[in-house]
């Protein structure tokens, strides 16, 4: 388990970009999945997307072609690049992590989270 800080959202308008960055401490980071999820209000957290430590990718199909997630391992890193935002994507975004192997979409595998950082895209 390691402390995990995102940064990057605000208020963009649909068709814009937001970079969102995921901080972690500790010296394993290199070792971990890292999963990004969303939560509406009203709404269950949503998967949006996942990276192996090695930096393979996963998306789910809403955000696929649009968003790309990269880790700096150095920098004890993982971004998600938005881009064509919607205004669906209004949410919490947050990002979690996890050292078993297997790819996941339930947030419950998930044993480290973040505090979250809001993104609202306007109309």
């Known amino acids: 388990q390691v402390q995990l800080v995102e940064s990057g959202g605000g208020l963009v308008q649909t068709g814009g970009s937001l970079r969102l960055s995921c901080a972690a401490s500790?010296?394993?980071?290199?070792?971990?999945?890292m999963g990004w999820f969303r939560q509406a209000p009203g709404k269950e957290r949503e998967f949006g997307a996942t990276?192996?430590?090695?930096?393979?990718?996963y998306y789910a199909d809403s955000v696929k072609g649009r968003f790309t997630s990269s880790r700096d391992n150095a920098k004890n890193t993982v971004y998600l690049q938005m881009n064509s935002l919607k205004p669906a994507g209004t949410a919490v975004y947050y990002c979690?992590?996890?050292?078993?192997?297997?790819?996941?979409?339930?947030?419950?595998?998930?044993?480290?989270w973040g505090q979250g950082t809001q993104v609202t895209v306007s109309t």
């Open positions: 979690a992590g996890r050292r078993a192997i297997a790819w996941t979409v339930v947030p419950t595998e998930y044993a480290c």
């Open positions: 500790g010296r394993t980071f290199s070792t971990l999945t």
């Open positions: 990276i192996w430590s090695y930096a393979t990718t």
